[in-house]
Structures are given as structure tokens and as C-alpha cells.
């Protein structure tokens, strides 16, 4: 099971699309980055918010993007869902920003991660540190933004 994250008033929670049903609760905002939304999402009740990117994207104006829905999401104290196909990747990067704009080191931040969404912990061991540099342009981009 995808532990949330409590941040703030709201939350956050991780999981990719074949964890998503058991995953999904009512009170949650559903951040969707996958090219398509999953087939049975007229089945609930649930708000959706929908934006795709490569996972590979270098640009960080994308991902600043989705990084801006969940952290106005989270701002107005709801409880976010994110996903993509597999829960790594964009969901990765996005959730990783998003705990680096709330407080969270690096260490603190990676370590939070793994120990909500363990089946990702091999994954990200060497998606995050290879990728920080890009994560750290989209923090830059996000708060350069918020001036």
C-alpha cells in the first residue's frame, strides 16, 4: 500500500496505474501524468487533473508545470493522488520537488520517498541523484515564477 505524505493541511500520495484502484480514496485530488487517463476513471467521484509530459523531458518549464498543480492542490489543503504508468519516473520527479519546496533536504526528501512507496527505493537510488541537477532547475523555475 502507497502511504500518504502529510504536508501541511493536505497530502500526498504516490502509486502508478496498476495500484492506483486500491489506492484511491475518496478524498482525493487525482494528478494524473500519464498520455492517457486510466479507462475505468468515470467509475468515481473524484476530482482529475490531467497533465502529460515525456517522462524524460529535460525542459524544466514542464515539469514546473505539474509541480504548480499539486502544490496549489496541496496549498488549498487537499489530499493529492499523483500517478503515471509506473509511479517513478514523472511521479518521482514531481513528488521529490514538491518535498524539496516544502522543506525537505535532499536526504530527507529521497528518504521520505522510499519509505512511503518501498517498491520504487531500487528505482530511485539512481534516478534521483543522476537527476538532480534537472530538479533543481525546476525548483529554481517554480519559485523564479512565483516572484
Keep these: 500500500m502507497n502511504t500518504p505524505i502529510k504536508l501541511g493541511e493536505g497530502s500526498l500520495t504516490m502509486c502508478d496505474v496498476w495500484d492506483f484502484r486500491d489506492t484511491l480514496k475518496p478524498e482525493h485530488?487525482?494528478?494524473?501524468?500519464?498520455?492517457?487517463?486510466?479507462?475505468?476513471?468515470?467509475?468515481?467521484?473524484?476530482?482529475?487533473?490531467?497533465?502529460?509530459?515525456?517522462?524524460?523531458?529535460?525542459?524544466?518549464?514542464?515539469?514546473?508545470h505539474a509541480v504548480g498543480i499539486v502544490?496549489?492542490?496541496?496549498?488549498?489543503?487537499?489530499?493529492?493522488?499523483?500517478?503515471?504508468?509506473?509511479g517513478r519516473d514523472r511521479t518521482g520527479g514531481v513528488a521529490y520537488v514538491v518535498l524539496r519546496l516544502q522543506g525537505f533536504t535532499h536526504e530527507e526528501a529521497h528518504a521520505?520517498?522510499?519509505?512511503?512507496?518501498?517498491?520504487?527505493?531500487?528505482?530511485?537510488?539512481?534516478?534521483?541523484?543522476m537527476r538532480r541537477p534537472l530538479y533543481d532547475k525546476i525548483i529554481e523555475e517554480y519559485l523564479n515564477q512565483l516572484r
Design 29 to 64: 485530488e487525482v494528478v494524473t501524468l500519464s498520455r492517457y487517463l486510466p479507462n475505468y476513471s468515470s467509475a468515481d467521484k473524484n476530482n482529475r487533473h490531467h497533465y502529460y509530459f515525456r517522462a524524460h523531458n529535460q525542459d524544466p518549464k514542464i515539469w514546473t
Design 71 to 86: 502544490m496549489d492542490l496541496l496549498e488549498d489543503g487537499k489530499d493529492v493522488l499523483l500517478h503515471c504508468v509506473h
Design 112 to 129: 521520505k520517498m522510499v519509505e512511503v512507496r518501498p517498491s520504487q527505493e531500487e528505482a530511485w537510488a539512481t534516478k534521483i541523484p
